[in-house]
């Protein structure tokens, strides 16, 4: 055996070998092969659409203090992405896009929101759309929200086993 890896190929059953069984099954798709991803072109229902008028298709749905909560959380990336609400979503810059869709790293941007009449300023990085959407479908409670966000999602072969569907040691 190797000592290094603590992974012995002594001890491999044809269970191993199977993506059925847990032993062999890759953890991140349990053995599927694909994983269900967040897809950050079907979150925009419409390019043509302008952020005014809703692109931004996940952020239309879920209780009105989510709605809210998106509402100054899109104003706050306009304001500091300097777009222009009312053009075509299509013809907005990519790197407005790309903070849109996987977030502004670690650079904070600063969100007003107003609760209880009072206005109030928060400053955090922006998480993206599609980490956002991923970490709400996983930790949901709710099969109602997880069928809704699933509707933002494409299976695509898994990054970790890449459709092999064992556990990359296994596989190695």
């Given amino acids: 055996g190797n000592a290094e890896t603590g992974f012995t190929l002594g001890e491999l059953t044809p269970k191993h070998f199977s993506f059925n069984s847990h032993l062999g099954a890759c953890p991140a798709c349990h053995g599927l092969g694909t994983q269900l991803v967040c897809d950050p072109e079907l979150m925009i229902s419409d390019p043509t659409k302008t952020l005014a008028e809703g692109a931004i298709t996940p952020w239309r749905r879920g209780t009105k203090r989510m709605q809210a909560y998106y509402r100054h959380l899109q104003s706050a990336l306009v304001k500091h992405f300097h777009v222009d609400e009312n053009v075509p979503f299509a013809e907005l810059p990519e790197r407005f ?10 650079q ?10 009072r206005s109030n300023k ?51």
Avoid at 97 to 106: I, R, S
Avoid at 132 to 149: A, G, W
């Fill in 108 to 117: 904070p941007i600063e969100v007003r929101f107003s609760s209880n009449g």
């Fill in 97 to 106: 896009k790309e903070a849109l869709y996987l977030g502004t790293g670690d």
């Fill in 122 to 172: 928060t400053a955090r990085p922006f998480e993206g759309l599609v980490p956002q959407m991923q970490r709400l479908y996983e930790e949901t409670q709710s099969e109602f929200t997880r069928n809704r966000i699933r509707a933002f999602m494409t299976r695509e072969p898994c990054k970790v086993c890449s459709g092999a569907r064992l556990k990359p040691e296994i596989l190695a």
